[in-house]
């Protein structure tokens, strides 16, 4: 079973950082969770610690993504 888990952080309208987490299957929609951070690093030492979790489990790094 093919699964995807993208994470992206951007601000939000009232000075934090959002923190985006989408995961499911391939093909499939997915379920998401934002999560609100002060400041820019904290929010990038979350995302760096959750990727090098999904890494440990399995998933790879994908450079670009293709659309058809």
Known sequence: MARF??????????????????WGRIGRPGRMRIDLYVSVEEADAAREALSRAKRQRGYRDVSAVRCL
């Open 5 to 22: 888990y993208r994470i992206s952080s951007s601000p939000s309208l009232f000075g934090n950082v959002c923190l985006v987490r989408e």
